[in-house]
């Protein structure tokens, strides 16, 4: 076994990605931190979704401190700005997208639970402390939680959506990824 490195990294990659990007957006409800916007921004390109929303004080590019943990991926991955975030998620709803907040709520279901017709889906990823507003709540359609076994109630907003994202692409794939190999993967 060796590590892949450069092209041989692009060539494994290109073998996984889909024509378009995945119907998956994000609205990113008043981040404070530049770096969680970053990260967000780095694995919303490894993840290949369609768009980022920044919304309110989200931080957004051209930021040097977002640059820091983003590594060039603010010029690849479709991004637009909304004062309000409510703005954002009523453009989504009257483009027909399905609007999911990522919050913990008497109502909320397992995000890899969730069925393939409702995509296209848009994800609200809340605040680092108080997590996505009240008034986007009132007008998700559901409300989406990521299963968690320990003590501590809450994640990283990064890790969060990077945990959610990429459940939603296995959703999307039918619970488990496509994964085409370039040798047969062999049991010990």
Not at 10 to 37: H, T
Not at 52 to 72: F, M, S, V
Not at 132 to 152: P, S, T
Request: glycine fraction near 6%; charge should be neutral; include cysteine.
């Amino acid at each position: 076994m060796r590590k892949l490195h450069g092209p041989e990294r692009i060539a494994r990659w290109s073998l996984y990605r889909p024509q378009q990007r995945f119907p998956i957006a994000a609205v990113l409800d008043n981040i404070r931190s530049a770096q969680n916007v970053g990260s967000i921004f780095r694995t919303a390109e490894c993840a290949y979704i369609r768009h980022l929303y920044l919304c309110g004080i989200t931080p957004r590019p051209p930021n040097r401190k977002i640059e820091k943990t983003a590594l060039g991926t603010t010029l690849w991955v479709p991004w637009s700005y909304y004062p309000d975030p409510l703005d954002a998620v009523q453009y989504l709803k009257d483009q027909g997208w399905t609007i999911a907040a990522l919050e913990l709520t008497d109502e909320s279901v397992p995000i890899d639970a969730l069925s393939l017709k409702l995509f296209p889906l848009a994800l609200i990823v809340g605040n680092e402390v108080t997590g996505v507003d009240d008034r986007l709540l009132a007008v998700a359609d559901l409300a989406v939680e990521i299963r968690q076994y320990g003590e501590k109630e809450s994640l990283n907003v990064a890790v969060a959506f990077g945990v959610a994202v990429f459940s939603l692409i296995a959703v999307l794939q039918g619970g488990q990824r496509e994964r085409q190999t370039p040798d047969a993967v062999v049991a010990k």
